[in-house]
């Protein structure tokens, strides 16, 4: 079993929906959660960055941590067509000295 | 602000010739520094990962190295590259001060071996 779970989609919503992207994971002992966004042939970039339990809003993103379940969610609203990427969920369990786990990312299309 | 700098951005490389990528850090100093690979379509998987000048942690047995000959700079190699070494490269750095930050990746290479 892969210590993140992330489903390869592709995901394709239209323009304007809400967008929930979603890992599980099998570590109780990650404490720092994170989301990134990759666009084609570039590298990954930092968008969300949570610690523990609890939600985490940035414009129209939320990120959503739920460590009794192992599950986070990144909930995208008025979704654009910038946003379509592939976005990974990481986690870790320290903040600095630890190694980040990554997910295998979830490739979201938003239709205009 | 901190920056890192990954070179070159695309590469084509025969079966058999050797392989070096350089990944510069500006702007902090002691950082964490990793090599990641990313095969199309599919995840990221870390190659190396270094704590300080010198020291080197090798996450996958293989038929590359890594090197750290200065703080802030990270270099991948290989004596002779193989086909199945084609791949988006990624370098990454991580602030070892403590503070609430994952880690920033540079633009990558794109190596084809052919």
């Known amino acids: 079993q892969k210590e993140v779970e992330q489903d390869p989609g592709p995901l394709s919503v239209p323009e304007g929906a809400i967008v929930s992207l979603n890992c599980t994971y099998s570590?109780?002992?990650?404490?720092?959660f994170m989301w990134y966004r990759q666009y084609s042939r570039k590298g990954p970039e930092l968008l969300m960055y949570t610690y523990s339990s609890g939600n985490k809003e940035d414009g129209r993103f939320t990120a959503q941590v739920d460590k009794s379940s192992k599950y986070i969610s990144l909930f995208i609203r008025d979704s654009q067509p910038s946003d379509s990427a592939t976005y990974l969920c990481a986690m870790s369990m320290y903040s600095s000295a630890s190694k980040i786990i990554f997910g295998s990312g979830t490739r979201l299309s938003i239709r205009p | 602000s901190q920056t890192i700098h990954q070179w070159p951005a695309t590469l084509v490389q025969p079966v058999g010739s050797p392989l070096s990528l350089e990944c510069t850090v500006e702007g902090t100093s002691n950082p964490n520094l990793y090599w990641y690979r990313q095969a199309a379509g599919r995840g990221l998987q870390l190659l190396f990962y270094s704590v300080g000048i010198g020291q080197i942690s090798s996450e996958v047995p293989q038929n590359l190295s890594a090197s750290r000959p200065q703080d802030r700079q990270f270099i991948l190699s290989s004596k002779k590259l193989l086909l199945s070494d084609s791949g988006f490269y990624l370098c990454?750095?991580?602030?070892?001060?403590?503070?609430?930050?994952?880690?920033?990746f540079g633009s990558g290479t794109w190596l084809t071996v052919v």
């Open positions: 990454a750095w991580r602030d070892t001060g403590g503070g609430e930050y994952g880690y920033t």
């Open positions: 570590n109780s002992a990650f404490q720092y």
